[in-house]
Every structure is written in structure tokens, then in C-alpha cells.
């Protein structure tokens, strides 16, 4: 880290950035009070004001990254990998997964994938990694550059693809892969796994010290595991407004402001955040305000967005009275956040990220999907299987047969991918979707068009 | 050749009394399920077509999985006692808790967690608390209990059954074995669903010459075979061609056993954790590209082969994501490779042996 680096990034994070962002907010307000009023689709409730702040912070997020490099060590880190450790060490972070989502939703994934195809990287991989090793390859991203990379951190528990993954980009970029293993937990966590995931928890530590060129302090550690704790928990409580009717909010707009909980976790930026959506949820809540008006029927998504369809889902579902409530997928960061405790740090730490769904077995997927359709009063379950996911959509068609009968809720399965618009149909889901809509009111079921 | 298939080798072993385990790709103890008093039978490629396992997992799910997905939901299947999954990648993973949790298959089955960060420090105990966790699953289901000097004799009979491997992969690089690239598999692929003695009887054959079939032993260009298993379409398509595989990198078989000695622990369990971690690097343990480009170069320059084909089952994404910078590390290192992508059992023979020819050419 050079001391040049350093007062560069910190003129960026105290005067340029808020400049910029400052600009950039009351440029986005004056476009809003002197263009001819827009009038929204009558299904539409107001939407949440802390969108304009959720904005400001992920492109602060990504404009900051740019200015690290030099000043600050930089990780690439997997959306389950244990960042709490990381910020304890000074690093910035960069979630590749994040980026991909954020690539996808701009239309961009094909671009950005296809430097990594034509090096060779087959169309079957996960689009994620496609985009990430595209950028690698020097696909340029929508949302500007990202910085090089000093070290890579993977943990397994999201899936075995991240890992593959990322031994490809440690090749690339010549910097080295720290690996957090978390075996699947197909029955109960035993013993042995759970020191085997200890042990490399402690020895992770004397591994990036000398790449943060700072000693790991236990301290700043706890401080920096409890804001994550509590940052999880308001995330669970932001989820859990949903489960009043009508919905403050859908799971469509969970999907943009999860960003923070995922990207930003354990930073006080995100905690913030979280405080002042929630007040927001909670007055909406109070007076009544929905997501969509006319609220029909209530569902689950199970499985990561389509990014690229967003908005056409958005207007499909909505102007039918279909709000989606409840997603596996934004539960994830919440879920096991109560295994987290500062007197056992390392231990729990273990607990929390290797517990998590995708790294459990389907009967605990189906046990959760079942609490989450009776708490949140769904009538009907979306499973998106998508090709970029395997540990996500194997196993879905069982899933989604056992729900309809144990829960009598209707259920639809659709192909398509994250960001990857060829591996979707527009015609064939799009009359799927229209069925399972018309089921939900008809009150049949459409299991078997799947 | 006279070879049991899987069918009569468990006939046969059923006989004696002994219990069936199906076993399903991936790196695992052997020995523990032999001493537990099962013969370990893996489920790599049945044939057949794929219908029933259509209702329960994607078409994007690789033939490996589906074909034995298949073959666990078929009535023609002999009686199973329990099933192992060991964890080579994540479709493996989800189709273990399918048919356990979801389909709610009547024969038990377990998971077998191959771990991933084999530079850590506390790796071999990890090994050793699962090897006794799969011990305690099979002695449960089996009655037997596995003690120590069970364990040991099976462990020695496993060294057995590599230092056999050690050979038969060292007289093929020599030239010494004269078998036809089939025939040779027929014979290495045994040790997936025979007791080790039955295989190193057959594998004595081999080195003797006594096992192979009228067609001789191909001549032609000498080449490694790296990928996930060897595909008999694609072995009679080498055959075919005069092709000599002389050394190979394949999930199911080259990487499935040490290529050195290893000193065998006295503690039987720890034994046979070191046994697992001493196996050559491969893409379901998530080896460094560079470690898999300086093995595979190593391999092609030891055994005096002109090149290598990475050959891979459609969907594979644990070795589709290595093969970009690995061919290109082995194209730096002047290997010339051919990479080939196919269906198990559906290869495109035209086309592959079109690319095949042309590879050949260039190699001549």
C-alpha cells in the first residue's frame, strides 16, 4: 500500500465521491420534478423511498473499489465466504457475484460472458463465473472496472462451482485462493466437520496477514461479527414485513436490497441502511401501504432471480395481484445468523455459514419452504431452474411435487438462467406463467405442466 | 475375455452371503465398505435409456448422474443394501439427498465428503472422523463391525490392488501390454465392482498376455486419455484408429490410485484417510490448474505420448472449467491436445472420429 494510494482513496471516499454522488442525486431529482409526470400502472403502490439511498450506496460501493487499489489490500470474496474476518484486516471486498447480478440485470450478461466463451469456457458453466472470467478475459462492465484482485476468498458453501471458479481467476490474476471449506451437512453438523472447518478458519487468519499487511485483531473482529449479526437480524425483520397483508414490499424489490446485506455486511454502512428501510417497512406496514395494490394472491420464489426478466415479472405478476412474499433465496442471509456468538467467534462462524441452505439436504429445504409458505400465507411457489445452479435447481421437481401435496399450494417450474437470456423461452414460460396465474385463481393446480 | 460384469460379480458375491453397496462416482475408502462385509459396486455408465430419471432431475444434469439415477429407479436392478455417494461435485450431492430424502428410496443411503482444502493443516483427521463416521453407517447396516485388524486386512489388500494398477499402468507406458485399449479397461475397470483378489487374479492376466482378445494390440500414435471415464464408444473409435492410449488422467481410473509408494500408516483409520489424500490431482478436489498442467505435462512426457485428448461427458462442470487455461498451459508446454465433449453412450462417432483423424494428422 503506497501512502499516495491512500490519500487518493481517501479524497475519493471523503470529497470526490460524495461530490459526485451528491451531483449525481439532485441531478436524478430535478429529472424527476421537470419531466412530464409518468402515471404509474394502476397496480403499483408507492415504492420505497430508501431505493434512492440503496442507489447511492452500492455505486459509492463500486466507485470506492476503483480507489482501493494501492490503498487498501483487495478481496474477492464469495457471497457465503466468512467477510467478518476480512474487514478485521482492513480489506475491501468485492463480491464477483454481486457484479454478475448487477450485469445480468443490465442486459449485460452476454456481452460480458462471451470473451470467457470464446477462451473456451463451455456455455453450460454457471453464468456467474462466465461474466466474472469474461471480465477477467477483458469484457468491459457496465458498471465500470473492477479492482485486480490480491487475494481470492472461496468458501464452499454456497456450491463447488464457486471454488472451480475461482482457481480459474487465481490462475488468471496470479494471486492466491484462500479456500473455506464447509462440508454439506446432509444430516446433523458432527464434530469432526466442524473442527476440520475451525482449523481452517484459524489458519486462514496467518494466511492473509501478510497480504493485508495488518495483524488480525480479535477485537475489531467481534466488533466487526456483531454489527453483522445485528445487520442480519434487520434483514430477517425487513423479510418478515412481508408476512403482513398487504406486503410493504415484494420480494422483487428484496432481490435490489439485499445488496448491502451480501455486499457490505459487517460495515456500518449496511447497518444503517437496514435501520432506515426498516422504519420506512414499518410505517408502511402501519398505514397500510402496499407493494401492489389489489393483492391477490401471495408466493414464494424459490431459487436466485432472472435477473434479465425482472421487470417483465415485475408487471406480469403484479398487475394479476400476485405479490411475491417470501424467497429461499433472500432468506439465505438471515437464516442462520442466530448461530452467531462472540463468545465462541470461530466456532459460530462455522455454524453460520455452513449451516446455510444450499449446503444442507432437501429435507431441510422442504422443511423451510414449508415453514416460510405458512408464515407467510402463500398460495403458490415459483421454482426458477436455473442452469447456472446446480446444488440451487437439482432436486426441484421433487421439491416442488411434495410441496403441492403437503402444503395445497399451486406450484410452477420454469427454465431460464441468472443472466443468460438463451437459456430462456420467452413464448413457452410466459404461457406457463399465464396458467399457473390463472390456476391461482381457479384454484387448480398446475404441477403438472411442469 | 473372460470377465464377470457387475450383474454376476454380485450374483457371485451375493452367494457367499455378502451385502451390495452401489456405489456412485467420486473418491472414497474402499476398504471400509469390504471390511464392513460389502462389496462396493460403483455406478459409473450403466446403459439403457435414460426415462424414469427425467422426473426427478434436469436435462442439464450430466449422464453420469441421470444414468444412475436411472439405474436406482429401475425394476431390473439387482437388490441393493445400501448406497454410497461420495461427494464429487454438486449435482452428485443433490441427486443423494433426492433419492434419500425426496424420492425416499428404500435402500439407505450416505454421503461420503471429499474435502476440498487438502493443503490444511487438519485435513487427515477430517478424513479419518468421516472414514469412521462411513464405518459406523456400514456396520449399522451390515452388522459387521469394522475393528482394526478387519480394516487393516483390507487396507493391505486395497495397497494390493494399486501397486497392480502401479504395474499395469507402468507396462502400458513401456509397451508391454498387448491389449487392445478396450480390453485393457475391461480389465482396470474390474477393480469398480470385484473383490481385490478377484482383480489382481485378472490383472496377472493382463501382464501375462492371457486376457486379451483377438484383435491386437493397437500400433499406432501413443496417446493419454484425460477426462471422466473411459467411454467404450470411444475406446473402439482409438482402437479403431490404431490408436495407443499409453497413459491416462480419467476421474475413474488414473486418478483413482497413488501413482508413488505410499508407507502405509499401523494405524489402520489413519491409513486410510492418507490413502485418499495421496491420490493424483483432480478437478472434484479442485487441484490448481497449475499442478494439473505440470502432472498432465509430466504424464505425456513419461510416457513418451505424442499428445492428449481431454475428452469430458457433456454437462461436467467440475473438468469443463478447467480445460480453457489447461490446454493452454499444455499447448505452452508443446503438448498438442485435443479436446472432445460427448454424451455417455450417445457419442457422435462420425464426428468425433472426424476430429479424431484430424488430430492424428496434425500429430503425423
Given at each position: 500500500m503506497s501512502t499516495a494510494g491512500i490519500v487518493r482513496y481517501h479524497l475519493a471516499k471523503e470529497v470526490t465521491l460524495p461530490l459526485m454522488l451528491a451531483a449525481d442525486s439532485a441531478r436524478r431529482s430535478l429529472r424527476r420534478a421537470t419531466r412530464p409526470k409518468r402515471t404509474p400502472p394502476d397496480?403499483?403502490?408507492?415504492?420505497?423511498?430508501?431505493?434512492?439511498?440503496?442507489?447511492?450506496?452500492?455505486?459509492?460501493?463500486?466507485?470506492?473499489?476503483?480507489?482501493?487499489?494501492?490503498?487498501?489490500?483487495?478481496?474477492?470474496?464469495?457471497?457465503?465466504?466468512?467477510?467478518?474476518?476480512?474487514?478485521?484486516?482492513?480489506?475491501?471486498?468485492?463480491?464477483?457475484?454481486?457484479?454478475?447480478?448487477?450485469?445480468?440485470?443490465?442486459?449485460?450478461?452476454?456481452?460480458?460472458?462471451?470473451p470467457a466463451e470464446n477462451a473456451g469456457f463451455s456455455q453450460d458453466l454457471c453464468s456467474y463465473a462466465r461474466i466474472d472470467l469474461g471480465l477477467s478475459l477483458g469484457a468491459r462492465s457496465p458498471i465500470g472496472p473492477l479492482p485486480r484482485p490480491d487475494v481470492l476468498v472461496c468458501s464452499t458453501n454456497i456450491c463447488q462451482t464457486v471454488l472451480y471458479w475461482y482457481k480459474q481467476l487465481s490462475h488468471r490474476y496470479g494471486v492466491p485462493l484462500v479456500l473455506f471449506d464447509t462440508p454439506f451437512?446432509?444430516?446433523?453438523?458432527?464434530?469432526?466437520?466442524?473442527?476440520?472447518?475451525?482449523?481452517?478458519?484459524?489458519?486462514?487468519?496467518?494466511?492473509?496477514?501478510?497480504?493485508?499487511?495488518?495483524?488480525?485483531?480479535?477485537?475489531?473482529?467481534?466488533?466487526?461479527?456483531?454489527?453483522a449479526q445485528r445487520t442480519s437480524l434487520m434483514w430477517g425483520e425487513v423479510l418478515a414485513s412481508m408476512t403482513t397483508r398487504p406486503a410493504p414490499m415484494t420480494i422483487f424489490d428484496a432481490f435490489a436490497h439485499m445488496a448491502p446485506v451480501v455486499s457490505l455486511r459487517g460495515l456500518p454502512v449496511s447497518e444503517r441502511y437496514y435501520e432506515l428501510l426498516l422504519k420506512e417497512l414499518r410505517a408502511r406496514v402501519a398505514s397500510g401501504i402496499a407493494a401492489v395494490k389489489g393483492e391477490r394472491h401471495r408466493l414464494l420464489w424459490d431459487?436466485?432471480?432472472v435477473w434479465f426478466k425482472l421487470g417483465d415479472f415485475i408487471r406480469l405478476f403484479s398487475q394479476n395481484g400476485c405479490v411475491f412474499v417470501a424467497a429461499t433465496y433472500t432468506n439465505a442471509w438471515a437464516e442462520t445468523v442466530h448461530y452467531l456468538d462472540p463468545a465462541k467467534p470461530l466456532e459460530s462462524v462455522a455454524r453460520t455459514y455452513s449451516l446455510v441452505i444450499l449446503n444442507r439436504d432437501l429435507k431441510h429445504r422442504m422443511e423451510l419452504m414449508e415453514r416460510m409458505i405458512r408464515s407467510?400465507?402463500?398460495?403458490?411457489?415459483?421454482?426458477?431452474?436455473?442452469?447456472?445452479?446446480?446444488?440451487?435447481?437439482?432436486?426441484?421437481?421433487?421439491?416442488?411435487?411434495?410441496?403441492?401435496?403437503?402444503?395445497?399450494?399451486?406450484?410452477?417450474?420454469?427454465?431460464?438462467?441468472?443472466?443468460?437470456?438463451?437459456?430462456?423461452?420467452?413464448?413457452?414460460?410466459?404461457?406457463?406463467?399465464?396458467?399457473?396465474?390463472?390456476?391461482?385463481?381457479?384454484?387448480?393446480?398446475?404441477?403438472?405442466a411442469a | 475375455m473372460d470377465l464377470p460384469n457387475r450383474r454376476t460379480a454380485i450374483e457371485s458375491f451375493r452367494k457367499g452371503g455378502g451385502r451390495i453397496a452401489a456405489v456412485f462416482p467420486?473418491?472414497?475408502?474402499?476398504?471400509?465398505?469390504?471390511?464392513?462385509?460389502?462389496?462396493p459396486v460403483e455406478v459409473w455408465d450403466p446403459p439403457g435409456p435414460i426415462a424414469r430419471a427425467s422426473a426427478h432431475a434436469q436435462p442439464f444434469v450430466c449422464g453420469v448422474g441421470l444414468r444412475g439415477l436411472e439405474l436406482l429407479l429401475s425394476e431390473k436392478t439387482p437388490a441393493l443394501d445400501c448406497l454410497l455417494f461420495p461427494h464429487l461435485c454438486d449435482t452428485l450431492q443433490n441427486l443423494f439427498t433426492v433419492v434419500r430424502d425426496c424420492i425416499g428410496h428404500p435402500v439407505p443411503a450416505t454421503l461420503f465428503y471429499t474435502p476440498r482444502n487438502v493443503a490444511d493443516a487438519g485435513v487427515a483427521s477430517f478424513v479419518e472422523s468421516q472414514v469412521r463416521r462411513l464405518a459406523a453407517f456400514l456396520s449399522s447396516r451390515s452388522g459387521v463391525s469394522v475393528d482394526d485388524d478387519g480394516l487393516a486386512k483390507a487396507g493391505a489388500a486395497m495397497d494390493k490392488v494399486h501397486e497392480a494398477m502401479q504395474s499395469l499402468y507402468s507396462a502400458r507406458r513401456q509397451g508391454r501390454i498387448h491389449a487392445s485399449n478396450a480390453d485393457f479397461y475391461r480389465t482396470v475397470r474390474l477393480r469398480e465392482y470385484v473383490v481385490p483378489s478377484e482383480f489382481l487374479q485378472a490383472a496377472d492376466r493382463l501382464m501375462a498376455g492371457q486376457s486379451?482378445?483377438?484383435?491386437?494390440?493397437?500400433?499406432?500414435?501413443?496417446?493419454?486419455?484425460?477426462?471422466?471415464?473411459?467411454?467404450?464408444?470411444?475406446?473402439?473409435?482409438?482402437?479403431?484408429?490404431?490408436?495407443?492410449?499409453?497413459?491416462?488422467?480419467?476421474?475413474?481410473?488414473?486418478?483413482?490410485?497413488?501413482?508413488?509408494?505410499?508407507?502405509?500408516?499401523?494405524?489402520?483409520?489413519?491409513?486410510?484417510a492418507a490413502r485418499l489424500l495421496s491420490l493424483p490431482p483432480c478437478t472434484s478436489i479442485?487441484?490448481?490448474?497449475?499442478?494439473?498442467?505440470?502432472?498432465?505435462?509430466?504424464?505425456?512426457?513419461?510416457?513418451?505420448?505424442?499428445?492428449?485428448?481431454?475428452?469430458?461427458?457433456?454437462?461436467?462442470?467440475?473438468?469443463?472449467?478447467?480445460?480453457?487455461?489447461?490446454?493452454?498451459?499444455?499447448?505452452?508446454?508443446?503438448?498438442?491436445?485435443l479436446v472432445l465433449e460427448s454424451e455417455l453412450h450417445q457419442p457422435q462417432l462420425g464426428q468425433l472420429g472426424t476430429r479424431l483423424e484430424a488430430f492424428l494428422e496434425v500429430l503425423s
Open positions: 397496480w403499483a403502490g408507492p415504492p420505497l423511498a430508501c431505493a434512492d439511498r440503496l442507489r447511492t450506496i452500492m455505486a459509492r460501493h463500486y466507485l470506492l473499489a476503483r480507489h482501493a487499489a494501492g490503498a487498501m489490500p483487495i478481496a474477492w470474496v464469495t457471497s457465503g465466504a466468512p467477510v467478518e474476518i476480512l474487514r478485521a484486516m482492513g480489506f475491501y471486498t468485492v463480491y464477483p457475484e454481486n457484479h454478475g447480478a448487477l450485469c445480468g440485470a443490465r442486459m449485460a450478461g452476454l456481452d460480458m460472458s462471451a451437512v446432509a444430516d446433523e453438523l458432527d464434530e469432526g466437520t466442524l473442527a476440520y472447518m475451525v482449523g481452517q478458519l484459524e489458519a486462514l487468519i496467518p494466511r492473509l496477514e501478510p497480504i493485508a499487511g495488518k495483524a488480525f485483531n480479535a477485537r475489531t473482529f467481534e466488533s466487526y461479527l456483531l454489527r431459487n436466485i432471480a407467510y400465507c402463500v398460495d403458490g411457489v415459483l421454482f426458477h431452474s436455473t442452469r447456472s445452479c446446480k446444488p440451487y435447481s437439482v432436486g426441484q421437481y421433487d421439491i416442488q411435487r411434495a410441496l403441492s401435496r403437503k402444503c395445497n399450494v399451486k406450484a410452477v417450474l420454469i427454465d431460464a438462467d441468472t443472466t443468460d437470456p438463451r437459456s430462456y423461452a420467452e413464448g413457452p414460460t410466459r404461457t406457463r406463467l399465464e396458467a399457473f396465474i390463472e390456476s391461482l385463481d381457479a384454484g387448480t393446480s398446475t404441477q403438472g | 467420486g473418491r472414497y475408502p474402499r476398504e471400509i465398505l469390504l471390511a464392513a462385509g460389502f462389496l486379451t482378445s483377438s484383435e491386437n494390440a493397437p500400433s499406432g500414435p501413443r496417446l493419454v486419455l484425460s477426462g471422466v471415464l473411459p467411454d467404450r464408444d470411444l475406446l473402439a473409435l482409438l482402437d479403431q484408429l490404431g490408436v495407443r492410449l499409453c497413459e491416462d488422467d480419467l476421474i475413474s481410473c488414473g486418478r483413482r490410485f497413488p501413482r508413488t509408494h505410499v508407507a502405509a500408516d499401523k494405524d489402520p483409520w489413519k491409513a486410510s479442485a487441484s490448481p490448474v497449475e499442478q494439473r498442467v505440470a502432472f498432465l505435462s509430466e504424464m505425456v512426457r513419461n510416457s513418451g505420448a505424442a499428445g492428449i485428448i481431454l475428452h469430458t461427458v457433456k454437462f461436467c462442470e467440475l473438468e469443463l472449467f478447467d480445460h480453457p487455461f489447461v490446454v493452454q498451459g499444455l499447448r505452452q508446454a508443446g503438448i498438442p491436445v
